[in-house]
């Protein structure tokens, strides 16, 4: 069983950072999905179990960047120039073996209650 557990939300102004935590990932193929009012939940980021391999959405990608410190059980979303439009729940996900599909949120097993990430303008 894992518990993940994502730290690091809060309100932010546009072109700001801000680095996001997930806790107790282990060994997993991780990642991070976001939910904008609105709007359905979507794929953001995503790294294995190693850090060998990692993806972004388009919408993200050149902002954001993932990593993971597997001593300390936590992945991160390292999240810069934020945009209004980036305002969302963001979510941890995770499952141990690697996905088919891993911009499906069906792929992943285990998922953490959420931080909210608020961007003005």
């Known amino acids: 069983q894992v518990q993940l557990v994502e730290s690091g939300g809060g309100l932010v102004q546009a072109g700001d950072s801000l680095r996001l935590s997930c806790a107790a990932s282990g060994r997993t193929f991780s990642a991070w999905f976001r939910r904008s009012p609105g709007k359905e939940r979507e794929f953001v980021a995503a790294?294995?179990?190693?850090?060998?391999?990692?993806y972004f959405a388009d919408s993200v990608k050149g902002r954001f960047t993932i990593s993971r410190d597997n001593a300390k059980n936590t992945v991160y979303l390292h999240m810069t120039s934020l945009k209004p439009e980036d305002t969302a729940v963001y979510y941890c996900?995770?499952?141990?073996?690697?996905?088919?599909?891993?911009?499906?949120?069906?792929?992943?097993?285990?998922w953490g209650q959420g931080t909210q990430v608020t961007v003005s303008s």
């Open positions: 790294i294995s179990s190693t850090g060998s391999t990692i």
């Open positions: 996900a995770a499952r141990y073996s690697n996905p088919i599909y891993y911009r499906q949120i069906s792929e992943y097993n285990y």
